[in-house]
Each structure stands twice: as structure tokens, then as C-alpha cells.
């Protein structure tokens, strides 16, 4: 139940002790994960308003404005410590959850993505983990026809005991049909639509804010709510239809502390009280008590305000679409939550008590000691191989055995599939946007301030090549626990870090979640700081995104950025065991500048090929454009003085390879950016020659070592 401390609060504040189902109620709208107790003065920090912003945090998803009347619902979840204890479930739910958000906006989902990382899989357990998360997301998503467009799959001893599952979600709605989570009127009725109300997930939120253990699976799983994608389907068309019927002045999906949460945060919003009658809540199970119905986080419901003369309407549609609905309480005037239960009244709490008034606070901090950089792996002998290494890396490899589990292409929305920089979407016309997601968390480990402000550069420029600006960010911040001073002080500078990236490139972050708690007693280890963002870009025209892959012969190959000796946290000192050491990429002072051209380059159609250098770089990236068509490139003006695996590996921000047959316009419109031409495309073989080194891979062998994770799981 409620911690001593807690429990001494409430009392006093009441004037009482509280009874169980109370405490039930603090327990869970008290937890870190509903009131960002120990993360709220930090997620302050962040910009959170723009010329685009019509809603930001707070709600259930963010409103921004897209243009021509159009509005895209944004929102990013967590669902990590259910997919660890029951994977398919976990994950499927998360994906359920994350849409409800964005149509309790009034919003279609239009789109997901789902960065996610994963223990290495050659542990059987982490195999099983990762199938089945993969499973689960794919079967919810693809059941209720929103396609996955983007995603992220990253791989760490680190998070063996703790995968993360993050998954973002984008709705399209007219400007006129949003609604909010804010309550109107004292007097309008509350309507419950959807599933039955079970036990499945009884504490949820208080589940997610407490590390895992080997004994989670066993205890942990009545906590696991169970996903039903038809019924989703049927609610969102019909939660679309009462909103664009007029019938709905507020709306809260059903997430994390259930119907407590839902309602409570509902009536607040709006300075108003709540009355919930729990006799009226259909059940799934006989024999629930009020604890168990007001914070069990059953799946696939949908809480409604509504005026007294609209609610039989609002059943009807529910009844038209074989979802279950009733009324089950009345807004209030007096700022108390109330609940009735078989005549008695078994909850009595002052509703701002309940919801905004959990302590927050910044917890104690520990900078580490001075980290040594430590020395330099030794320069391999044969460099093809040490190419062909880090290519066929689970990180760096193909994903195709993931993204071909979902449909991507439902809605008919999908201009750019998975597997490239980007997601891209059309809207209106020719006009649509780009999606990016994901982080590197080994380099926020080793530096949380350069690696927070690297995940923002580093997805702004996956859509830069594709000529879209970021126009919002949602984040999902996943830590350790943050009790621990050193994990409280990564915590606090990767978001200080993010923010300063975010406001650098004028993004606001509209919204997100944050997961902490992530640990493992099982492994005894905390995951690595992992600051995942997902960041959406308007794109004037989709046309005009140019292919990732090299497809012209003869062409300009320019190199666009500074590659620096920056090798910490790179893929390939992970692989050569020194994960640890070398010196984490930092920002350059120039990334908006840089941001800004490649922009303008792709929209003066004047390239056909770009692609951003990120995981693996310079070498990966070049493979990656060489899957049909060779390429001679010479990188000795690349990073003078540095060694061949440095300018092979290094992973510098803000960097870019594009092709062009307008060499000297290109050059023109980069002006004073960085860049170099280093290459020419055409030939049966990419060849790549230094200053001291020279090697070449033909497009078989960068196919076959591109292809190491699909061949795992189809073996």
C-alpha cells in the first residue's frame, strides 16, 4: 500500500486515515509514473510551446497544427515492464493504449512507430523476449489498420532483464472536431464504453514505477493487461462518431490507474469534482470489489463526458458498434471524488489532493568521477572485415524480418516504408510529413548531456535528407531508478541536454512519458540512459524525398558535415570490446546550419540520393547506398590525421552522403556547410580508398552481411 510518508500526508490532508480503497487510489495517481514525482522540475525545463502547438503536454496526445485546417494528435508510451513479465500482451497492449490516446483526441491514427531495444539475442530468453514483442505488436497493430512506418531495434547486454518498448503514435483530425481531457460542466454524466472491466491489470501504474525481479513473471502478471484489437477497432470508429456527432465535451482513454485515474484527472482538469456510481461499471468478473474496479487498467475503454440529454444517443452508437457502455457518474460542482458502491459511499477524497497533489521533487544527484577515455582498440589488419563486422551487427543490420511482420502500407498513407532515414506519410495533397524515432543509448552513458542532445540531431537529420523540418518531438524517457544519485543525475542531463538540442533546432517537445525503475535484480544492472524521442517533420511535397540507395551512374557523391575522432560509444568499439573508451560525439556548433541546407539541397530537387551517417558511420553509410550500384570513393581529405578506422567508424553528428549530377549547383547551395566531394557512383563494386588504406565490397556481400539478423530468425 501507500509508503509511510505518503500515507503520513494524505492523513493529514484528510484529516483521516484513509481507507483501502483511498489508498488504492493515491497508490496509483500518486506513482511516478502518473505524477512525475521526481521528474516533473526537470520535464519543466523543456520548450514546450511553438507557432504550431495547439495542445501540448498534459493531455492525453498533443494537438499541432498542420495546415489547410488539419491537425495531427501526437503521443509516445512506454510499455516496458508488462512486456518483460508477458511479452505478446505487453507489447500489444502498448500499442492499444498509445491509440486510445490519440482518438480520445478525436483523432484517426494515422501511423505508429516503435523504437525498441533488446538484450543480445544470443540468450534464448532474449530471443523468446524479442519474437514475441515483435509478435505482439504486429498483431495488434496490423488487426486494427494503423500501419508501422518507422522504428528502431538496438541491442545491449544492459537491457537483458529490462527490454524497453516504446512505441509512438500520430492522428489526423479536423482543427474543429478536438477534444480534450477537461471536464465542462457540473451535471454532465460520465459514459464507460468498450471492454468489461476485469482484473487484468490490477496496479499497473504502481507496477511500472518498481524495479523487476526474477520472480516478476509469476507475481507481476495479474498487472498485465490483456489486449482484444477488434474490440479497439470498433472503438475507435466509435469513439470518432459520438465526437464528430457533437456528443462528447471530454474525453480520457482508460491508461494507467484505470477508471480512478481517468475520471479524477478528467474532473480537475476542468476544477470540478467527481461522483462515480461502480455498481454501474459492466463487469467482466464476478465478485469485484471497489479497489479492484476503480484501478483495474482493462483494455480498450473509453470515458466520455456528456450532457444529461445525450447520453441514451451516446449508448445507442455503442450498441450499433457491440461495445458495452454505460453511465457510471455525474461531474460535481464541490472538488471532491466520491464513490458509491451498493448505496455506500466507500471513497471520499478532495479531488486535488488526488490528483496534483503528490509531492515532486529533485532528488539528490552524484556526478561520476572523470571518465578515463582509455586507450584505442588495435587497427585491424584487414579492414574489409572489420567493415563487414559492423555491418552484419545486429544494430547496424537490416531490420527487414521486423518491419515485415507489420503492414505499412494500410491507410494508404505510406509514401516511404521502413528501412529508410525516415517514415513519410502524405496528408493533404502533395504536402505529408516525416517520422524519425530512436537514440544511441551507449553514448548517452557515457556522456548523458552530449547523448540527449545527439538523439535530437541525429533524428532531425533523418528527416532533413529527406527535405522535412521537425515541427514537434515527444520523448520516452527511460532510467533507472532514480533514487540512485547517478542515475537521477544521468536522468537530469540527458533531458537538460535534449531540451538545449530541441530548442538549438526551435522543436518544441509537445508531449511524452517518462519509464523509470528500469532495473533488473535478475541481472543486477540498470538499463543504459535511453532518452528515446520521436520527432515529426512537415514535408512540403513528398515527391521531392530522395532514395537512400545510389541509383545513377556517374554522379557527384558529396560528404556533407565534419567527421571528428569521436569514437565513444560507437558500434564499432562496442565490437572491438572497448565500449567504454574513446571520446563521445558532441553537437557542432553549426548542426542547425547544417539541418537548414540539406533541407533547401532536397527541395531544389537537384540530388537523387542522401542519406544521414549515423550507427557504424562513414563505412556503413556508404554500404548502404551500394546495395545495387557501386561507387569509387576517396576519403583521403576525410579527417586528416586520423586513423583508417577512425574515419571509417567515427560516429560525428550532423553528417550526410548525397549524389548529385549538378555537382556545382549543390556545392552553391551548401555554401560556407561543410562539405567534400569524395566519390563518383557506377561499378560492379563499392571501392573505398585513405590515406594509408583501400578496400572494396561488392553489393552481394554487403547484401548478405546486411541480412545476419533475418537469417537468425529464420533459422
Same mark, same amino acid.
Given at each position: 500500500?501507500?509508503?509511510?510518508?505518503?500515507?503520513?500526508?494524505?492523513?493529514?490532508?484528510?484529516?483521516?486515515?484513509?481507507?483501502?480503497?483511498? =489508498?488504492?487510489?493515491?497508490?496509483?495517481?500518486?506513482?511516478?509514473?502518473?505524477?512525475?514525482?521526481?521528474?516533473?522540475?526537470? &520535464?519543466?525545463?523543456?520548450?514546450?510551446?511553438?507557432?504550431?502547438?495547439?495542445?501540448?503536454?498534459?493531455?492525453?496526445? $498533443?494537438?499541432?497544427?498542420?495546415?489547410?485546417?488539419?491537425?495531427?494528435?501526437?503521443?509516445?508510451?512506454?510499455?516496458?515492464?508488462?512486456?518483460?513479465?508477458?511479452?505478446?500482451?505487453?507489447?500489444?497492449?502498448?500499442?492499444?493504449?498509445?491509440?486510445?490516446?490519440?482518438?480520445?483526441?478525436?483523432?484517426?491514427?494515422?501511423?505508429?512507430?516503435?523504437?525498441?531495444?533488446?538484450?543480445?539475442?544470443?540468450?534464448?530468453?532474449?530471443?523468446?523476449?524479442?519474437?514475441?514483442?515483435?509478435?505482439?505488436?504486429?498483431?495488434?497493430?496490423?488487426?486494427?489498420? %494503423? #500501419?508501422?512506418?518507422?522504428?528502431?531495434?538496438?541491442?545491449?547486454? $544492459?537491457?537483458?532483464?529490462?527490454?524497453?518498448?516504446?512505441?509512438?503514435?500520430?492522428?489526423?483530425?479536423?482543427?474543429?472536431?478536438?477534444?480534450?481531457?477537461?471536464? =465542462?460542466?457540473?451535471?454532465?454524466?460520465?459514459?464507460?464504453?468498450?471492454?468489461?472491466?476485469?482484473?487484468?491489470?490490477?496496479?499497473?501504474?504502481?507496477?511500472?514505477?518498481?524495479?523487476?525481479?526474477?520472480?516478476?513473471?509469476?507475481?507481476?502478471?495479474?498487472?498485465? =493487461?490483456?489486449?482484444?484489437?477488434?474490440?479497439?477497432?470498433?472503438?475507435?470508429?466509435?469513439?470518432? !462518431?459520438?465526437?464528430?456527432?457533437?456528443?462528447?465535451?471530454?474525453?480520457?482513454?482508460?491508461?494507467?490507474?484505470?477508471?480512478?485515474? $481517468?475520471?479524477?484527472?478528467?474532473?480537475?482538469?476542468?476544477?470540478?469534482?467527481?461522483? *462515480?456510481?461502480?455498481?454501474?461499471?459492466?463487469?467482466?468478473?464476478?465478485?469485484?470489489?471497489?479497489?479492484?474496479?476503480?484501478?483495474?487498467?482493462? =483494455?480498450?475503454?473509453?470515458?466520455?463526458?456528456?450532457?444529461?440529454?445525450?447520453?441514451?444517443?451516446?449508448?445507442?452508437?455503442?450498441?450499433?458498434?457491440?461495445?458495452?457502455?454505460?453511465? *457510471?457518474?455525474?461531474?460535481?460542482?464541490?472538488?471532491?471524488?466520491?464513490?458509491?458502491?451498493?448505496?455506500?459511499? %466507500?471513497?471520499?477524497?478532495?479531488?486535488?489532493?488526488?490528483?496534483?497533489?503528490?509531492?515532486?521533487?529533485?532528488?539528490?544527484?552524484?556526478?561520476?568521477?572523470?571518465?578515463?577515455?582509455?586507450?584505442? @582498440?588495435?587497427?585491424?589488419?584487414?579492414?574489409?572485415?572489420?567493415?563487414?563486422?559492423?555491418?552484419?551487427?545486429?544494430?547496424?543490420?537490416? +531490420?527487414?524480418?521486423?518491419?515485415?511482420?507489420?503492414?505499412?502500407?494500410?491507410?494508404?498513407?505510406?509514401?516511404?516504408?521502413?528501412?529508410?532515414?525516415?517514415?513519410?506519410?502524405?496528408?493533404?495533397?502533395?504536402?505529408?510529413?516525416?517520422?524519425?524515432?530512436?537514440?544511441?543509448?551507449?553514448?548517452?552513458?557515457?556522456?548523458?548531456?552530449?547523448?540527449?542532445?545527439?538523439?535530437?540531431?541525429?533524428?532531425?537529420?533523418?528527416?532533413?535528407?529527406?527535405?522535412?523540418?521537425?515541427?514537434?518531438?515527444?520523448?520516452?524517457?527511460?532510467?533507472?531508478?532514480?533514487?540512485?544519485?547517478?542515475?537521477?543525475?544521468?536522468? +537530469?542531463?540527458?533531458?537538460?541536454?535534449?531540451?538545449?538540442?530541441?530548442?538549438?533546432? +526551435?522543436?518544441?517537445? %509537445?508531449?511524452?512519458?517518462?519509464?523509470?525503475?528500469?532495473?533488473? !535484480?535478475?541481472?543486477?544492472?540498470?538499463?543504459?540512459?535511453?532518452?528515446?524521442?520521436?520527432?515529426?517533420?512537415?514535408?512540403?511535397?513528398?515527391?521531392?524525398? #530522395?532514395?537512400?540507395?545510389?541509383?545513377?551512374?556517374?554522379?557527384?557523391?558529396? &560528404?556533407?558535415?565534419?567527421?571528428?575522432?569521436?569514437?565513444?560509444?560507437?558500434?564499432?568499439?562496442?565490437?572491438?570490446?572497448?565500449?567504454?573508451?574513446?571520446?563521445? @560525439?558532441?553537437?557542432?556548433?553549426?548542426?542547425?546550419?547544417?539541418?537548414?541546407?540539406?533541407?533547401?539541397?532536397?527541395?531544389?530537387?537537384?540530388?537523387?540520393?542522401?542519406?544521414?551517417?549515423?550507427?557504424?558511420?562513414?563505412?556503413?553509410?556508404?554500404?548502404?547506398?551500394?546495395?545495387?550500384?557501386?561507387?569509387?570513393?576517396?576519403?583521403?581529405? %576525410?579527417?586528416?590525421?586520423?586513423?583508417?578506422?577512425?574515419?571509417?567508424?567515427?560516429?560525428?553528428?550532423?553528417?550526410?552522403?548525397?549524389?548529385?549530377?549538378?555537382?556545382?549547383?549543390?556545392?552553391?547551395?551548401?555554401?560556407?556547410? @561543410?562539405?567534400?566531394? *569524395?566519390?563518383?557512383?557506377?561499378?560492379?563494386? &563499392?571501392?573505398?580508398?585513405?590515406?594509408?588504406?583501400?578496400?572494396?565490397?561488392?553489393?552481394?556481400?554487403? +547484401?548478405?552481411?546486411?541480412?545476419?539478423?533475418?537469417?537468425?530468425?529464420?533459422?
Amino acid at each position: 500500500m501507500l509508503s509511510e510518508n505518503d500515507f503520513k500526508i494524505v492523513t493529514e490532508k484528510m484529516g483521516r486515515e484513509p481507507n483501502l480503497v483511498e =489508498q488504492g487510489c493515491f497508490l496509483n495517481l500518486w506513482s511516478e509514473h502518473c505524477s512525475y514525482r521526481s521528474s516533473a522540475p526537470l &520535464l519543466r525545463t523543456f520548450t514546450t510551446t511553438g507557432e504550431r502547438v495547439i495542445i501540448g503536454p498534459g493531455d492525453d496526445a $498533443a494537438v499541432v497544427n498542420f495546415g489547410n485546417g488539419w491537425v495531427l494528435a501526437i503521443g509516445m508510451e512506454s510499455h516496458n515492464h508488462p512486456s518483460y513479465v508477458d511479452p505478446y500482451n505487453g507489447a500489444a497492449t502498448g500499442v492499444g493504449g498509445i491509440v486510445r490516446d490519440i482518438i480520445s483526441m478525436g483523432a484517426r491514427p494515422i501511423a505508429l512507430m516503435d523504437p525498441l531495444y533488446f538484450g543480445p539475442l544470443n540468450s534464448p530468453k532474449n530471443l523468446y523476449l524479442f519474437e514475441h514483442i515483435i509478435k505482439g505488436i504486429a498483431g495488434y497493430g496490423n488487426c486494427i489498420g %494503423v #500501419p508501422v512506418v518507422r522504428g528502431e531495434a538496438f541491442f545491449d547486454e $544492459a537491457y537483458s532483464g529490462n527490454p524497453l518498448v516504446n512505441v509512438v503514435a500520430v492522428g489526423l483530425a479536423r482543427e474543429e472536431d478536438i477534444v480534450t481531457a477537461c471536464a =465542462q460542466k457540473a451535471g454532465n454524466k460520465l459514459v464507460l464504453m468498450g471492454s468489461t472491466t476485469g482484473r487484468d491489470g490490477l496496479g499497473g501504474a504502481s507496477f511500472a514505477s518498481r524495479d523487476l525481479s526474477e520472480e516478476s513473471e509469476a507475481e507481476d502478471r495479474p498487472s498485465i =493487461q490483456i489486449g482484444d484489437p477488434f474490440t479497439e477497432k470498433l472503438l475507435i470508429e466509435a469513439t470518432l !462518431e459520438v465526437i464528430r456527432k457533437g456528443y462528447v465535451k471530454a474525453c480520457r482513454d482508460l491508461g494507467a490507474a484505470g477508471l480512478a485515474g $481517468a475520471s479524477s484527472e478528467m474532473a480537475s482538469k476542468g476544477n470540478l469534482g467527481m461522483h *462515480i456510481i461502480a455498481d454501474n461499471v459492466i463487469l467482466r468478473e464476478e465478485g469485484m470489489v471497489p479497489y479492484e474496479i476503480l484501478i483495474a487498467e482493462s =483494455q480498450e475503454r473509453m470515458l466520455f463526458e456528456v450532457e444529461p440529454q445525450d447520453v441514451q444517443a451516446v449508448l445507442d452508437i455503442a450498441k450499433k458498434y457491440d461495445l458495452n457502455a454505460s453511465m *457510471i457518474g455525474e461531474l460535481k460542482q464541490e472538488l471532491r471524488y466520491t464513490v458509491e458502491f451498493r448505496g455506500d459511499i %466507500v471513497a471520499d477524497i478532495p479531488i486535488k489532493l488526488l490528483t496534483e497533489g503528490a509531492p515532486t521533487f529533485e532528488r539528490p544527484s552524484r556526478a561520476p568521477a572523470t571518465r578515463d577515455e582509455g586507450d584505442k @582498440p588495435q587497427l585491424p589488419e584487414d579492414l574489409k572485415q572489420a567493415v563487414l563486422k559492423v555491418l552484419s551487427s545486429h544494430n547496424v543490420a537490416s +531490420k527487414k524480418w521486423i518491419y515485415r511482420q507489420y503492414d505499412h502500407e494500410v491507410q494508404l498513407r505510406t509514401v516511404m516504408k521502413p528501412g529508410n532515414d525516415a517514415g513519410i506519410l502524405r496528408i493533404d495533397g502533395s504536402e505529408g510529413i516525416a517520422m524519425s524515432c530512436g537514440c544511441n543509448p551507449r553514448q548517452t552513458l557515457l556522456d548523458p548531456y552530449q547523448g540527449g542532445k545527439g538523439t535530437l540531431i541525429e533524428n532531425a537529420m533523418n528527416l532533413a535528407v529527406k527535405g522535412s523540418r521537425g515541427i514537434a518531438v515527444v520523448d520516452c524517457l527511460n532510467f533507472g531508478n532514480p533514487e540512485k544519485p547517478d542515475i537521477y543525475w544521468q536522468f +537530469k542531463h540527458a533531458i537538460l541536454g535534449l531540451g538545449d538540442g530541441c530548442r538549438e533546432l +526551435k522543436i518544441p517537445v %509537445v508531449g511524452g512519458n517518462v519509464s523509470l525503475y528500469n532495473e533488473s !535484480e535478475e541481472f543486477r544492472t540498470a538499463i543504459p540512459p535511453t532518452p528515446s524521442i520521436g520527432v515529426i517533420g512537415y514535408i512540403s511535397d513528398v515527391t521531392i524525398a #530522395p532514395s537512400d540507395v545510389f541509383s545513377k551512374e556517374g554522379e557527384t557523391i558529396i &560528404l556533407v558535415g565534419t567527421t571528428r575522432d569521436e569514437m565513444g560509444g560507437s558500434e564499432y568499439y562496442a565490437l572491438a570490446g572497448k565500449k567504454k573508451n574513446g571520446k563521445v @560525439p558532441h553537437v557542432p556548433e553549426n548542426a542547425s546550419i547544417i539541418v537548414d541546407a540539406l533541407i533547401s539541397v532536397v527541395e531544389s530537387r537537384k540530388i537523387t540520393t542522401s542519406h544521414d551517417i549515423s550507427l557504424g558511420g562513414l563505412a556503413v553509410a556508404l554500404c548502404e547506398m551500394s546495395i545495387n550500384m557501386g561507387a569509387d570513393v576517396d576519403l583521403t581529405s %576525410v579527417g586528416q590525421g586520423m586513423r583508417a578506422d577512425e574515419v571509417l567508424f567515427s560516429e560525428s553528428h550532423a553528417r550526410a552522403i548525397i549524389a548529385t549530377s549538378e555537382p556545382e549547383a549543390v556545392k552553391k547551395l551548401l555554401g560556407d556547410v @561543410p562539405h567534400a566531394v *569524395i566519390g563518383t557512383t557506377g561499378g560492379s563494386e &563499392l571501392k573505398v580508398a585513405g590515406e594509408s588504406f583501400s578496400l572494396s565490397l561488392r553489393p552481394g556481400e554487403i +547484401k548478405e552481411a546486411r541480412e545476419s539478423l533475418t537469417k537468425l530468425m529464420m533459422e
